[in-house]
């Protein structure tokens, strides 16, 4: 009893985090996959972290609202500085976010290259630490969802594209920093990918499904398995998107069938 009790005190939050996480990254997975901007994610959460390890590297302390600050100015510079590149050479852009990816990787290297504990500080930033989430933390992400909530379903015609890509910014500033790159971005891509061929009125709320259920399957296999749970819900998403895609695929064949069936008998 007292092993199950200190597990779900343990899973209970990081179930919260995922949730905050995917309330946001699905519909905006969405948008990246309709854009073809795939690894946007990847780069402005790179930037973002750069903007933490920048901010542990000058002495302003590993969490605070300093360390958000430095954060989410790394992440706006990256998100503005895409949003002029797609302007001015949108036949590239794609290769340039890589670029902008590796740049934010490299620096975040130099940056912790004498630090004894550099290599750690890596591996948190990109695996996470998803069973440690303080609740301030999930404070803080609970407001910024809200917002991008509000943002996204009210006023998400009239963002264009510096909106889109400052409230990228700040909500990634926030996830990177509750359950990692990796996580960020698989929940970002994997439910677009897996729902694209499903009817367009399901994909928002099969993408959430599917994530929800990622997130469930991941923390419990980690917690039987006692393997690192970041790892253990990106395979689980990849799992179940697939699963997810192949009934798509099935659901699009048979309503492209329909209609030709329609077609020929006129």
Same mark, same amino acid.
């Given at each position: ?21 995917l ?18 994610d ?8 750069l903007?933490?390890?920048a ?12 360390t958000?600050v ?14 002029? #590149?797609? =302007?001015?050479? !949108?036949?590239? +852009?794609?290769? @340039?976010?890589?670029? &902008?990816?590796? /740049? ?17 500080d ?20 609970a407001?910024?969802t ?12 009239r963002?264009g594209?510096?909106?889109f ?5 700040l ?20 439910p677009?990918?897996? #729902?694209? =061929?499903?009817? !367009?009125?399901? +994909?928002?709320? @099969?993408?959430?499904? &599917?994530?929800? /259920? ?9 917690a ?28 699009h064949?048979k ?11 006129a």
């Amino acid at each position: 009893m007292n092993d199950l009790h200190m597990q779900l005190t343990i899973l209970g939050p990081a179930l919260v985090a995922g949730v905050l996480v995917l309330l946001s990254h699905v519909p905006l997975g969405q948008q990246v996959l309709a854009r073809g901007i795939v690894f946007i994610d990847l780069a402005i959460a790179q930037a973002a972290g750069l903007g933490v390890i920048a901010a542990h590297s000058f002495g302003l302390g590993a969490s605070g609202w300093t360390t958000q600050v430095a954060a989410a100015a790394a992440a706006l510079a990256g998100a503005l500085l895409l949003t002029w #590149t797609e =302007r001015k050479r !949108p036949e590239v +852009q794609e290769a @340039l976010i890589g670029v &902008l990816f590796v /740049l934010a990787s490299t620096a975040q290297i130099l940056l912790l290259a004498n630090d004894p504990h550099g290599g750690e500080d890596l591996k948190d930033l990109l695996a996470g630490q998803i069973l440690w989430v303080s609740p301030t933390q999930l404070l803080h992400a609970a407001i910024v969802t809200a917002i991008f909530l509000v943002a996204w379903f009210r006023w998400r015609e009239r963002l264009g594209r510096v909106g889109f890509y400052v409230l990228f910014a700040l909500v990634v500033t926030i996830s990177v920093q509750l359950v990692g790159v990796y996580l960020v971005f698989s929940t970002l891509i994997v439910p677009a990918i897996a #729902t694209y =061929r499903h009817p !367009p009125r399901r +994909q928002l709320w @099969l993408g959430y499904a &599917l994530a929800l /259920l990622s997130y469930v399957i991941g923390l419990v296999c980690s917690a039987v398995f006692d393997v690192p749970s970041s790892p253990a819900i990106v395979w689980a998403m990849a799992a179940v998107g697939l699963l997810v895609h192949l009934t798509g695929r099935e659901a699009h064949n048979k309503a492209h069938n329909a209609v030709s069936s329609n077609h020929n008998a006129a």
